[in-house]
């Protein structure tokens, strides 16, 4: 059986991540952090009590600063690959935490790399590096395209990426980046603006909100369902050399269109609801992404299966059960239509 070692299971990616590995017949690790109430909603479901036979899925407690746990915990496990999605991955409080978040989405990376050198086991690491490192670079973007970052968080990853990239030439490590444009989701973060803004339609649809204070509307991102995004993780650590991807949608939509598209489908005008708030500002912003993900296609014969549109139902179809109403019913049919699983109010693989 091969094992998997997950850094930031509990978060987005991480729990969808571990639900895949589960299905492929892995034995699943994920490192958490002690908090001093739950950190683990989104990976409740797949919880296995240790005790019990058959058990697949173990967490471990540590933190992206703490180097000798994470060298312990790597050590004693002894993964056959390691997907390092622990971050600060907040792009807007990198500007006001941009110490910490250097150690923890840049060092956090060499800290994971070292563990894996100085333990001696061969393992696969698979870095999750951001679009966000193209920055101000004219899109489309692809794995040709220079760096050119414009937040701390932005920093840190362009540092890990290529922290991977000397450990992969320097010691000959199965060391890849998946270079990942925007993806969401229900399980996505509250403050990251779509899931922000599906949320806020569903309240103010209950009641429960009359505004939403958003920042720039002008940006634009290529955004696509997280689901889909962890088959290239998996994927990228199955080939036969490592290497770095790109891997987005080749579709770009503004803010604007996302909170059009998703008041308009909730049958209300966001304009009577949405305030801006220069709050919500970045001191740099990164205007337009857009993915060129043809080396993935051609390579991984990846492709992604859900549409702008179709995340944008998918997303306002939860967040109206989330918040007690009847959804509208599209989103879930194209969960079921494009073979996903939604039961339980719970979106699985
Ligand atoms: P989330 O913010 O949802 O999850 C981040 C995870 O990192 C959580 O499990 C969090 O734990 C954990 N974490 C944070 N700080 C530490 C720390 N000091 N020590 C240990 N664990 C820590 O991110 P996503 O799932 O959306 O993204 C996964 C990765 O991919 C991140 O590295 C992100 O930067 C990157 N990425 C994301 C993209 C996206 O569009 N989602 C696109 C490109 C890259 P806790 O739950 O306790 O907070
Ligand atoms: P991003 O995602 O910065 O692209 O990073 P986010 O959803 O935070 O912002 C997208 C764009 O929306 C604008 N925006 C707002 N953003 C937030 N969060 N809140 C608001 O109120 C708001 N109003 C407008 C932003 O200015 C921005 O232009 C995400 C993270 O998951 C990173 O970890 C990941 O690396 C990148 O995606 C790819």
Redesign the pocket.
């Known amino acids: 059986m091969k094992k998997a070692l997950i850094t930031g299971i509990t978060g987005?990616d991480g729990s969808y991540l571990a639900e895949l590995l589960l299905r492929k017949g892995y034995e699943v690790h994920g490192i958490i952090r002690r908090a001093s109430t739950f950190n683990t909603q989104r990976i409740d479901h797949i919880y296995q009590d240790p005790h019990m036979p058959n058990t697949r899925l173990y967490l471990h407690y540590g933190d992206l600063t703490d180097a000798g746990q994470l060298t312990n915990i790597i050590y004693n496990i002894q993964p056959d690959e390691i997907y390092h999605l622990g971050?600060q991955?907040?792009?807007?409080v990198s500007f006001e935490m941009p110490e910490f978040t250097g150690d923890v989405t840049g060092l956090g990376t060499t800290r994971i790399l070292e563990a894996i050198r100085r333990s001696g086991i061969k393992t696969k690491f698979y870095q999750?590096s951001?679009?966000?490192m193209f920055g101000a670079a004219p899109p489309p973007q692809n794995e040709e395209t220079k760096f050119y970052p414009r937040?701390p968080?932005?920093a840190a990853?362009v540092y890990a990426y290529w922290m991977t990239v000397n450990y992969r030439e320097a010691y000959n490590l199965f060391a890849c980046n998946g270079i990942?444009?925007?993806?969401?989701s229900p399980r996505?973060?509250e403050?990251?603006?779509?899931?922000?803004i599906t949320r806020a339609l569903a309240n103010i649809k209950a009641g429960k909100q009359n505004k939403l204070?958003?920042?720039?509307?002008d940006?634009?991102?290529d955004w696509g369902f997280a689901p889909e995004y962890v088959e290239c993780m998996w994927l990228i650590l199955q080939q036969e050399k490592p290497d770095d991807f790109v891997i987005g949608t080749g579709e770009t939509h503004s803010?604007r269109e996302f909170l059009e598209e998703a008041f308009s489908y909730a049958g209300l005008d966001w304009r009577e609801y949405v305030e801006i708030?220069p709050r919500?500002?970045?001191p740099t912003?990164?205007?337009y992404?857009l993915a060129d993900s043809s080396k993935a296609k051609r390579i991984l014969g990846w492709e992604p299966r859900v549409t702008f549109k179709e995340l944008v139902r998918i997303m306002v179809d939860y967040d109206l059960i989330q918040a007690g109403l009847e959804p509208i019913g599209e989103g879930i049919k194209i969960i079921h239509e494009k073979g996903f699983d939604w039961t339980n109010n719970k979106l699985t693989l």
Do not use: I, P, W
Not at 191 to 196: D, S
Not at 213 to 217: E, K, Q, S
């Open positions: 987005q971050a991955s907040h792009v807007k999750a951001s679009s966000e937040s968080y932005a990853k990942l444009f925007n993806h969401e996505r973060g403050t990251f603006v779509t899931r922000k204070y958003l920042g720039n509307l940006a634009k991102r803010v708030d919500y500002f970045r912003e990164v205007d992404l």
